[in-house]
């Protein structure tokens, strides 16, 4: 059993940048494909970010690329998430998922999710 717990959420200005943290524990964490999703409210949870198993290959929705960087430390068993260029389109709560079988992005695909971090931007 994998326990994530999220951290680095916070209220930041438009165009500022900001960095998630999801630490690992419980499980063997270079096993698992990980993943950011976010949820706004009053819409569906979506996907953000993921990154292979050893770190060297990440995935973005288009509406990502460029201001998203995901990235891994499996020696801290530890994803982060780097946000820049934040919009108030990005107020979301952040969560962190992990999948044994990777380069999968549906919310169903993942076995485990840490609990959330809200990022709120102001205009």
């Known amino acids: 059993q994998v326990q994530l717990v999220e951290s680095g959420g916070g209220l930041v200005q438009a165009g500022g940048s900001l960095r998630l943290s999801c630490a690992a524990s419980?499980?063997?964490?270079?096993?698992?494909?990980m993943a950011w999703f976010r949820q706004a409210p009053g819409k569906e949870r979506e996907f953000v970010a993921g990154?292979?198993?050893?770190?060297?290959?990440?995935h973005y929705p288009d509406s990502m690329k460029g201001r998203f960087t995901i990235s891994r430390d499996n020696a801290r068993n530890t994803v982060y998430l780097q946000m820049t260029g934040l919009k108030p389109d990005d107020t979301a709560v952040y969560y962190c998922a992990a999948d044994r079988l990777g380069d999968r992005w549906g919310i169903s695909d993942y076995d485990y999710w840490g609990q959330g971090t809200q990022v709120t931007v102001s205009e």
């Open positions: 419980g499980g063997t964490f270079s096993n698992y494909y």
């Open positions: 990154i292979s198993w050893s770190g060297g290959t990440t």
